[in-house]
């Protein structure tokens, strides 16, 4: 190996914040992060379209996690709801700061490790982070959390949301007797 090809390779080791076991598993955080958007636009959106049958309120909390994650719809209806109601779903984008207030330090959270997940695999994700930021999702003066933390975080808000079960602690080791 040339002393080029090692330094690059030692450049790229330790410019890499993340290990590239660790991204698919950051991505799973952030999807859940998503999940718990999505149910808790649902529910909003329950009340306050509450004319609207649950498919079409499906739709449009789907056409705002999506539009605000920059991430495509596995449901073409999705797709057709968005565009067919781009207003609608840019209002709710703009409300989301009101209606999931709770939310918005997970959101600025997954939206920042989606995109050095990003990043790490030559994805430009930028754009999803200035947006939240217009939008006033992005809490620029929260700290980065570590990844454990981010992990852990998205774990007990998935847990208090009904996602998950919630983890409990286990018992400390018994002592041998002696």
């Not at 080791?13 to 991505?27: N, T, Y």
């Not at 003066?141 to 996602?163: E, K």
Request: hydrophobic letters at 40%; glycine letters at 6%; aromatic letters at 6%.
């Amino acid at each position: 190996m040339s002393e080029f090809q090692q330094y690059t390779e030692d450049q790229q080791e330790r410019e890499a914040p993340f290990d590239s076991k660790l991204i698919p598993v950051m991505r799973e955080a952030v999807l859940t992060v998503q999940m718990v958007l999505y149910r808790s636009l649902k529910e909003n959106m329950a009340t306050r379209f509450a004319d609207w049958p649950p498919e079409k309120q499906g739709r449009l909390a789907g056409a705002v996690v999506n539009n605000l994650f920059g991430t495509e719809a596995l449901d073409p209806g999705v797709t057709e709801f968005a565009r067919a109601h781009r207003e609608l779903v840019e209002d709710e984008l703009r409300g989301l700061s009101e209606n999931c207030e709770d939310l918005i330090p997970f959101l600025t959270d997954a939206l920042r490790m989606q995109t050095i997940c990003d990043n790490q695999e030559g994805i430009h994700s930028l754009g999803c982070l200035l947006m939240a930021r217009e939008l006033g999702i992005l809490r620029e003066d929260r700290a980065l959390p570590l990844p454990s933390t981010f992990m852990l975080s998205v774990r007990n808000l998935a847990a208090a949301h009904g996602i998950i079960e919630k983890m409990e602690a286990a018992p400390p080791p018994e002592e041998p007797p002696e």
